[in-house]
Nanobody
Framework: QVRLVESGGGSVQAGGSLRLSCVVS????????VGWFRQAPGKERERVGL????????YYEDTVKGRFTISQDNAKNTVFLEMNSLKPEDTAMYYC?????????????????????WGQGTQVTVSS
């Protein structure tokens, strides 16, 4: 059974840091797209960034570029979202997602519609 499980959310003050984890089970980790998304109350879900687990590409939205970094641990089938210099506007439920069946090419990664398997989310709250 394919599952994505996020963890690492919490409450921090502005300027602080958090690291979110996403464990991808069910043979979906290898050579596939894993994206991070977030949704604040009353707002549309938005993409934060993504990675292809072959290690050949990553992408970040302008709102987080230079502050957030996506990395991976292949031995643990885990993708991380390192968030630094957090701002109150980063407050949201954060989700990781992947493509199922696995993306045939890296070009699928930038299409948010490709992501069909989602985790349950982890809450990030940044206070001013």
């Amino acid at each position: 059974q394919v599952r994505l499980v996020e963890s690492g959310g919490g409450s921090v003050q502005a300027g602080g840091s958090l690291r979110l984890s996403c464990v991808v089970s069910g043979n979906m980790f290898s050579r596939n797209c894993v994206g991070w998304f977030r949704q604040a109350p009353g707002k549309e879900r938005e993409r934060v960034g993504l990675i292809h687990t072959s290690g050949t590409m990553s992408y970040y939205e302008d709102t987080v570029k230079g502050r957030f970094t996506i990395s991976q641990d292949n031995a643990k089938n885990t993708v991380f979202l390192e968030m630094n210099s957090l701002k109150p506007e980063d407050t949201a439920m954060y989700y990781c997602a992947t493509v199922f069946p696995p993306a045939p090419t890296e070009s699928w990664c930038k299409n948010s519609g490709s992501y069909t398997l989602w985790g349950q989310g982890t809450q990030v709250t940044v206070s001013s």
